[in-house]
């Protein structure tokens, strides 16, 4: 038990049977390493179906620094998005049910359950502090809702590309000064939660905390970096169906990485999910074997008299353009 008296439970990656293929990891940043402090950010993705209403579930919640519990936290919004999710799919609605105000309900939804807990363990909601992005992608509609920094990139099906371009649903979102943002436990939350949802069959899906936001978005042109994405997605694309463990340990081996925590010392969570389908190369064009060698080589006789040497000016033969005719 926690001190908040939640027992919290790390929701990792679940799978129903699905066409889609995800990895998801959450790891310590090397600034509360040094201090003894957790990591302090969660992340959770799994694929739902009820009523042949699929939909991929993913979030990421990044708890506060300045926070004591945000931890806690961020376990239990991501476990409040996948439960009311649930909920939604069980009564018998889908994706074109998610609107601003199924967004606003799971807000206040965990925003009473932060302020129980609070009461509780005679604490206050901000000491629960965390951001939260959500994304809610179904067959040809998807819905990402947002309160804070952090971002979630998408490629969308495009047949016009072999590679459709990535894009961003929300830009971070950042207070007056560089290291502010806006937290899902504050009260005027509601005010600051960015909706969107849209008609279009989303392929390709990263959501991630600020930890990794300014290694992995192009700020002086407003974009996502493709040579962080395509790299990690072409990896993704080959994995089997649904939630890879092994490659969720493999991300956050690479997050601890030197590589990484050289440019960064927050913590960082980073959710991969795909379902576009790797295009297999057209088989080479069948050539006969080349016949043996020995049949190439005619039986060996006298060796030729040597021939004169010619003078390279009298020669007809033209000089290739990388010879040198003098020499």
Avoid at 25 to 41: E, I, N, R, V, Y
């Amino acid at each position: 038990m926690t001190r908040t008296g939640l027992r919290m439970r790390s929701e990792r990656g679940r799978t129903e049977k699905t066409d889609w293929r995800f990895a998801l990891a959450s790891a310590l940043g090397t600034s509360h390493a040094k201090t003894g402090a957790p990591c302090q950010d969660a992340s959770a993705c799994e694929f739902v179906s009820h009523a042949d209403a699929p939909l991929l579930v993913a979030v990421v919640a990044d708890g506060a620094g300045s926070a004591r519990w945000s931890q806690n936290g961020a376990r239990l919004a991501c476990q409040v998005v996948q439960d009311e999710t649930r909920k939604l799919l069980e009564a018998g609605k889908g994706i074109v049910d998610i609107d601003r105000a199924f967004a606003l309900h799971v807000l206040r939804r965990f925003q009473t359950i932060i302020g129980r807990v609070a009461r509780r363990c005679e604490l206050r909601p901000r000491d629960f502090a965390c951001t939260l992005l959500v994304a809610l992608v179904g067959q040809g509609r998807s819905a990402f809702f947002q309160v804070g920094d952090g971002a979630i990139v998408l490629s969308r099906a495009d047949a016009r590309f072999p590679e459709p371009p990535y894009e961003y649903v929300f830009w971070p979102q950042q207070g007056e000064y560089a290291n502010e943002t806006f937290f899902a436990t504050a009260w005027n939350a509601y005010k600051v939660l960015q909706f969107e949802a849209f008609d279009a069959e989303v392929e390709e899906l990263a959501l991630f905390s600020d930890g990794l936001q300014s290694l992995v978005l192009d700020y002086e042109h407003k974009r996502p970096h493709d040579g962080f994405f395509r790299p990690m997605f072409r990896t993704v694309r080959r994995l089997p169906q649904g939630h890879s463990s092994a490659l969720s340990r493999h991300l956050e081996h690479f997050l601890g990485s030197r590589a990484v925590t050289s440019k960064t010392d927050d913590d960082k969570s980073l959710v991969l999910a795909t379902r576009r389908v790797v295009t297999p190369r057209a088989p080479l064009p069948h050539t006969p074997a080349a016949p043996p060698v020995h049949a190439l080589t005619r039986p060996r006789g006298p060796e030729p008299a040597p021939r004169p040497p010619t003078d390279p000016r009298s020669s007809r033969h033209a000089a290739h353009p990388d010879e040198d005719p003098a020499r």
